[in-house]
């Protein structure tokens, strides 16, 4: 959907239910918006994607003149397994608490390649001599 600042990306939001006046000239969309990681109380962390977005309890009336185009938001698993990533792909991890900044879940798993380079690094550090 078009931001109200155009120097800022197309925000991500889920369609929740399109209604129009008894002419069909006033369409409005309900959304439900996900957040960016910059958009969150925590902020961007090193963890969280370049692709990646929040499904917020934020809801939402918008004019449908406002959407941009269709973007998809996969789930982590399934994102991981596109082939290619393009400009209208993104996903999601997390819901995310607008108001309290709380996650659900809370955490979030650590890959194996994480954790073996983590270890080597420890290893390296522990195993030099002072």
Aim: charged letters at 25%.
């Amino acid at each position: 959907m078009r931001p109200s600042d155009p120097s800022k990306p197309s925000c991500v939001a889920k369609i929740e239910r399109i209604e129009a006046d008894g002419r069909g000239t006033n369409v409005k969309v309900h959304v439900r918006w996900y957040y960016r990681p910059e958009e969150s109380i925590g902020g961007r962390r090193q963890f969280h994607g370049s692709k990646e977005v929040f499904l917020s309890d934020h809801y939402d009336a918008q004019s449908a003149d406002t959407i941009e185009a269709k973007c998809t938001v996969h789930s982590f698993k399934s994102y991981t397994k596109l082939d290619a990533v393009g400009n209208d792909d993104f996903f999601c991890r997390f819901e995310y608490n607008s108001s309290t900044g709380a996650f659900n879940p809370d955490r979030v798993a650590v890959y194996r390649s994480v954790w073996s380079q983590l270890m080597r690094y420890t290893s390296t550090i522990w195993s030099q001599d002072y």
